[in-house]
């Protein structure tokens, strides 16, 4: 099936990212077709973002606002003192629909494959459909799409396992979100060793909490069924098995990408390495930068054509200071990775007893590299010893790289 109508932009895949350019890229007045595999449907995933990074738009689409947010490295709570949001994803899909308007034509399909046509492309579909367009955006997230996003030394992954449930008692405080909790009395330490985890929980109002066993970052990533077991065993140890569970939730994805090289493709969201390295966040981020990355595009594209304007949008997407960032960033990667698991409780102690403008700038997507690596020093020398050591190693010992783009943010 060939269609002869020529779009500006064609945007590979209908999640918040891709969405969000495509909709920013039709309220600068260009055609774009969106092609996923799905009609429009509420984004699967359970969205959480520190509620004063979301952009405004996203914030008439809320379900929920913390202000009780805290920490668990030890017994006592750790009160973050940040509110934090949850998406309603109906909703956020329906304010992107509206703001992308008529110009946005979301067409079914799987792209397999995008050929150079004269100044523009020609994308297939895996169904024999043919798209013409003068650019395409690859916003496939971090499996699909047509652009593979480097991950040094292999994907390190961000994994949980979660429940969305109804409890006799509540199994984290009512009111309130716990952003991490590393306790685990119930688990033997070699295990905890082996493979640190720790609860994410949200209170979503009466007897229904969000509960999520998660492992920050591990290479290999932790499997499905030992989270679930986690989940469980955390669970029971507390007295707060759930009465009846809606759903259930996997996450599984990426944390360590690279800056893009820049490629004939542009991209979006996780496919352009878009996730924080430290964190796994990006869905704030991707609203945040829309607007700018779309207007730099359709500048581009009215004075210079499709070259120029994939080649704007990456610069708008991945400034020199942002790639010096993410090597900084990756650093930060490295060492958790080289952290022995009973250390990490230890470590985020230190880090959250951080100056909390430098702990939000760590987590933050836009911080310079100078600034991550500032932090990461200080954070050193206020960790205890058995933290230390493993950091340094990571740091400046196993990777010689990471020593000259720590020393190179340093100035
Ligand atoms: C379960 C889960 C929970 C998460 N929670 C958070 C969170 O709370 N906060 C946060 O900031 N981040 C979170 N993340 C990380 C990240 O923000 C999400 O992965 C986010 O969904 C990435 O958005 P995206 O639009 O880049 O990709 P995706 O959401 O993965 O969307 C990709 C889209 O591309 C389509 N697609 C793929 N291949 C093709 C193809 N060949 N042709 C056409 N379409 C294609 C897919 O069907 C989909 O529509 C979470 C990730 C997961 C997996």
Redesign the pocket.
């Given at each position: 099936m060939h269609s002869d109508t020529r779009t500006d932009v064609l945007v590979?895949?209908?999640?918040?990212?891709?969405?969000a350019l495509a909709a920013e890229l039709a309220a600068c007045g260009l055609s774009v077709r969106l092609?996923?595999?799905?009609p429009p449907r509420p984004?699967?995933?359970?969205?959480?973002?520190w509620l004063g990074e979301l952009p405004p738009l996203a914030l008439t689409c809320l379900t929920e606002v913390w202000s009780d947010v805290r920490v668990y490295t030890g017994e006592q709570p750790t009160p973050l003192l940040r509110p934090y949001a949850l998406l309603d994803n109906a909703r956020l899909l329906g304010a992107l629909l509206a703001r992308a308007g008529r110009a946005l034509r979301w067409t079914v399909?799987?792209?397999?494959g995008a050929q150079r046509e004269g100044e523009g492309w020609t994308v297939h579909g895996?169904g024999g459909q043919t798209w013409p367009t003068r650019l395409v955006v690859d916003?496939?997230?971090?499996?699909?799409?047509?652009i593979r996003p480097q991950h040094p030394g292999g994907a390190a992954l961000q994994t949980?396992y979660g429940l969305v449930a109804h409890f006799e008692q509540p199994p984290a405080p009512p009111g309130g979100m716990v952003w991490m909790d590393y306790r685990a009395p119930h688990l033997p330490p070699a295990e905890v060793q082996a493979a640190p985890t720790f609860l994410y929980a949200m209170h979503l109002g009466g007897t229904r909490y969000l509960v999520e066993e998660t492992s920050l970052i591990a290479r290999p990533g932790l499997t499905r069924a030992r989270l679930r077991e986690r989940l469980h065993a955390r669970l029971a140890a507390q007295g707060t098995l759930p009465r009846e569970t809606e759903a259930e939730?996997?996450?599984?994805?990426p944390m360590n990408a690279a800056a893009p090289a820049p490629g004939p493709l542009l991209a979006?969201?996780?496919?352009a390495g878009?996730?924080?390295p430290v964190s796994?966040?990006?869905?704030?981020?991707?609203l945040c930068r829309a607007p700018g990355v779309a207007q730099a595009v359709a500048a581009a594209l009215a004075a210079g054509g499709p070259q120029a304007a994939t080649q704007a949008g990456w610069a708008a997407l991945w400034s020199p200071e942002r790639r010096a960032a993410r090597e900084v960033a990756l650093i930060g990667v490295d060492a958790l990775l080289a952290l022995p698991g009973e250390q990490l409780p230890a470590f985020f102690a230190a880090f959250f007893a951080l100056p909390a403008a430098q702990w939000h700038a760590f987590l933050a997507p836009g911080t310079d590299a100078g600034t991550l690596a500032r932090t990461m020093l200080r954070l050193f020398a206020h960790a205890p010893n058995p933290v230390r050591l493993p950091l340094a190693q990571a740091a400046l010992g196993q990777v010689p790289a990471s020593g000259r783009a720590l020393r190179a943010a340093l100035g």
């Open positions: 590979v895949g209908g999640g918040p990212a891709g969405l092609v996923a595999p799905h984004f699967p995933a359970t969205y959480g973002a399909g799987t792209v397999r895996a916003a496939g997230g971090h499996g699909g799409g047509l949980a939730e996997w996450v599984a994805f979006y969201g996780s496919a878009l996730v924080h796994g966040f990006q869905l704030a981020d991707a």
